[in-house]
């Protein structure tokens, strides 16, 4: 499997991820972190384009 490939699951999986503990109200430093997580792998998939 080649990196692109592994950044575009971990970043569907955060996607989702992100959605369920938004929809839970879990704790909101939970969304952060997954948000931030997410807004880090998206920045190095960018760099791959």
């Known amino acids: 499997m080649n990196i692109k ?14 959605y369920e503990v938004f929809q839970s109200n ?5 969304i952060l972190e997954i948000s931030q ?6 920045n190095n998939y960018e760099k791959l384009r």
């Not at 490939?5 to 992100?18: A, D, K, P, S, V």
């Not at 997580?37 to 998206?42: F, T």
Request: charged share 50%; glycine share 0%; net charge negative.
């Open 37 to 42: 997580r997410l807004d880090e792998l998206l």
């Open 26 to 30: 879990t704790n909101k430093e939970d």
């Open 5 to 18: 490939t592994e950044l575009e699951e971990q970043i569907e999986y955060l996607r989702l991820r992100l």
